[in-house]
């Protein structure tokens, strides 16, 4: 069973950073993609980042040149360093794990940007 626990998130100035974390535990073999999605009040859940083995990442337009996705792959860890943050992006952050074709997800991380 794989467990996949956020942290780092909080509330920010319109203009600031924070940096969330997503450490993995249990068995991790097989461990491929690993993913920011984000979910706001109302709204549907969206993908913010995806980082693969190889580190190619993808980032949706609205955080393009913001935010940072990295990851220690061998330890199933990953990353989302957030800058120059807006009002929209206040939102539930989650991790998501795609490890032999079965997905994880966090319990989420609250991030609230004020103006």
């Known amino acids: 069973q794989v467990q996949l626990v956020e942290s780092g998130g909080g509330l920010v100035q319109a203009g600031g950073s924070l940096r969330l974390s997503c450490a993995a535990s249990?068995?991790?073999?097989?461990?491929?993609?690993m993913g920011w999605y984000r979910q706001a009040p109302g709204k549907p859940r969206e993908l913010v980042a995806l980082?693969?083995?190889?580190?190619?990442?993808t980032y949706v337009d609205s955080v393009k040149g913001r935010f940072t996705i990295s990851r220690d792959h061998a330890r199933g860890t990953v990353y989302l360093q957030m800058s120059s943050l807006k009002p929209e992006d206040t939102a539930v952050y989650y991790c998501?794990?795609?490890?032999?074709?079965?997905?994880?997800w966090g319990q989420g991380t609250q991030v609230t940007v004020s103006s």
């Open positions: 998501n794990h795609l490890i032999q074709s079965r997905t994880y």
């Open positions: 249990g068995n991790i073999f097989g461990l491929n993609r």
């Open positions: 980082i693969t083995p190889d580190g190619s990442t």
